[in-house]
């Protein structure tokens, strides 16, 4: 009966280093298929940067085209529907995050700020001036990615029309091209 349990024992250890030596290569096999998808998950993720941005740049500009506006000093009559001018910050976009220097004017004076490190260029490309008509092209607003160095850049871009009411209409999507570079 004593030579049955030692049997048992050895069938036991053998089965379990089939088991391991035959999980190794299927270790390799998940990896190779997960982690690619995983840095392609990583890159998805840091694009919602742009997106994010882009909608806060189109909301601060909502609210400055709506506002009166002053001549210098608060001399002159209020004007409504002004647009500011062209402005770009002053980063290169690149696969690791940069810090901003100061923004631009154009970026001040909508009251959009960035804080934390960015991995995007980020510009607006504005019509400048007041008084604007309905569905007159105001705003683009776009940023500039090189998530994975290479050099070659995405864009995205969220544009913005006078309406009818004095407001400023975004563009229902983001225009995307190359987007994960």
């Not at 400055?64 to 910050?89: D, F, K, L, M």
């Not at 004017?105 to 260029?121: H, K, M, N, R, T």
């Not at 160095?149 to 407001?167: F, K, N, R």
Request: hydrophobic share 40%.
């Amino acid at each position: 009966m004593n030579e049955k349990k030692k049997s048992g024992g050895k069938t036991a250890l053998i089965v379990v280093v089939v088991l391991v030596v035959l999980s190794v290569p299927c270790c390799g096999g998940i990896a190779a298929i997960a982690i690619p998808s995983f840095i392609g998950y990583l890159t998805r993720a840091k694009t919602e940067e742009a997106r994010t941005n882009l909608t806060s740049m189109f909301i601060a500009a909502s609210a400055y085209y709506a506002e009166e506006q002053w001549g210098a000093g608060g001399a002159g009559a209020a004007q409504t529907n002004c647009a500011v001018g062209t402005a770009r910050t002053d980063n290169v976009p690149s696969a690791a995050k940069t810090m901003l220097g100061p923004m631009p004017e154009a970026f001040e004076a909508i009251g959009f700020s960035l804080y934390d490190p960015v991995y995007y260029q980020y510009e607006i490309v504005g019509a400048g001036g007041c008084g604007h008509q309905t569905g007159e092209a105001i705003y683009s607003f776009r940023a500039y990615g090189d998530l994975d160095g290479d050099g070659v850049t995405s864009l995205y871009e969220l544009t913005a029309t006078a309406g009818p009411a004095g407001e400023l209409v975004r563009s229902p999507i983001i225009r995307t091209e190359q987007e994960l570079e």
